[in-house]
């Protein structure tokens, strides 16, 4: 699943507020936090939190603000949401890319329309957060093809000149 890139669970163990939280990292997230480490960079992270159906509004407000901190931005996408850009991603856009195959008679593509505009609506959610810290001195860096509409929604932002890489393995 690209539900990216952490979980994030309550620590019951401290009463210290810096620990308040444990982040529960995958391999992607500890590879790109570690270059922060290794090249003395300004390295953040921009994704969605997995389990956040786990907690109330309050609790949110309270890890969104841990989470800066750290300089992880959380991008507020509903489950349904994500699920339908998901589809999108997984059963229209990739095949596409790499079976180089559409099939007018597949099931996702019946409902085109309702997932590609999820696909557009959380690229517009990314492009909509990363606006909120970054600026055009730095370098945004753009996981695969699932993210591939956020320089699009910059664009419309007047982000013309921010610095985008995309990477797609």
């Known amino acids: 699943r690209l539900f990216l890139p952490f979980i994030l669970k309550k620590n019951e163990n401290t009463e210290d507020e810096e620990n308040k939280y444990i982040i529960i990292p995958n391999k992607r997230y500890t590879s790109i936090m570690e270059l922060k480490y290794q090249i003395n960079c300004g390295v ?4 969605m939190l997995r389990n956040e ?34 589809i999108y991603y997984n059963n229209i856009l990739m095949p596409a890319f790499i079976d180089n195959s559409i099939s007018s008679d597949n099931e996702y593509n019946q409902n085109y329309n309702k997932y590609y505009s999820a696909f557009q609506l959380v690229n517009r959610k990314f492009a909509a957060t990363l606006c909120t810290f970054a600026d055009m001195n730095d370098l945004i860096m753009l996981n695969d093809m699932n993210l591939c509409f956020i320089p699009n929604a910059l664009a419309l932002r007047n982000k013309l000149n921010w610095r985008i890489g995309i990477y797609i393995h």
């Open 44 to 47: 953040c992270w921009v994704g």
């Open 53 to 86: 159906d786990e907690f109330d509004e309050i609790d949110l407000e309270e890890i969104y603000t841990f989470l800066e901190e750290k300089m992880i931005y959380v991008v507020p996408v509903k489950k349904k949401q994500y699920e339908e850009y998901y």
